[in-house]
């Protein structure tokens, strides 16, 4: 069965670079037709698909957070990550790591981890 | 930008009652290879998000049979058939057929 495991630190500066990694198990993140990526849910808002990365390395990112989003991948550790960088409040939200089987219909679902910004 | 509104934002409902959810496009989710890219997918507190169905209609691996989902183009509807006290949560509808994907507001079911 297949399982994803966010980690990272839960509270981080504004101004600072939120990272993430997710723990893949159960398929290998080099699995071709698919999609490795992240969607945040914010305090109040509607959750929003970040970025993903696909099974050629390459990476697609929603316009709003271009220029501040990374997403990557480590093949030998089977883990993607997630950057983003000059993070406010309004970046403060659960952040899932997610499975995509094209066309954004998600498939699975870490369980997600809470990270606020503040000071 | 394409919008998703969902209605209700919050459901009442008894046990053993159906329950209605509606998700409504601003454009046509038909996409150019002729199917529609609408899936539904459930949060419970303290669980994984899980998806539900998926092209509208078709109910993902291990997903009770009470769970329905209909429509097309604009208009779509998630139906619990004889909601069960572990259908409580947060149902959201997405669309993948416009780049890039987005989500439905969201709607609270409370038993």
């Known amino acids: 069965q297949l399982q994803l495991q966010e980690s990272g630190p839960g509270l981080v500066k504004p101004s600072e670079t939120l990272s993430l990694s997710c723990s893949v198990s159960?398929?290998?993140?080099?699995?071709?037709?698919?999609?490795w990526g992240w969607v945040r849910r914010s305090p109040g808002k509607t959750p929003e698909w970040m970025g993903s990365?696909?099974?050629?390395?390459?990476?697609h990112y929603i316009p709003s957070l271009r220029g501040r989003i990374n997403v990557s991948r480590d093949l030998s550790k089977n883990k993607i990550s997630l950057k983003l960088s000059s993070v406010t409040a309004a970046d403060t939200a659960e952040y899932f790591c997610?499975?995509?089987?094209?066309?954004?219909?998600?498939?699975?679902w870490g369980q997600g981890i809470l990270v606020t910004v503040s000071s | 930008d394409l919008v998703l509104t969902q209605s209700p934002l919050s459901l009442p409902v008894t046990l053993g009652q159906p329950a209605s959810i509606s998700c409504r496009s601003s454009q046509s989710l038909v996409y150019s290879d002729g199917n529609t890219y609408l899936v539904w997918f459930q949060l419970r507190p303290g669980r994984s998000p899980r998806r539900l169905l998926y092209q509208v209609s078709n109910r993902d691996s291990g997903v009770p049979d009470r769970f329905s989902g209909s429509g097309s183009d604009t208009d779509f509807t998630l139906t619990i058939n004889r909601v069960e006290a572990d259908d409580a949560g947060i149902y959201y509808c997405m669309q993948g057929t416009h780049w890039p994907g987005t989500f439905g507001q969201g709607t609270r079911v409370e038993i």
């Open positions: 997610v499975r995509d089987s094209g066309h954004f219909a998600i498939d699975f």
């Open positions: 159960g398929a290998s993140v080099n699995s071709l037709y698919y999609y």
């Open positions: 990365i696909d099974s050629g390395g390459g990476t």
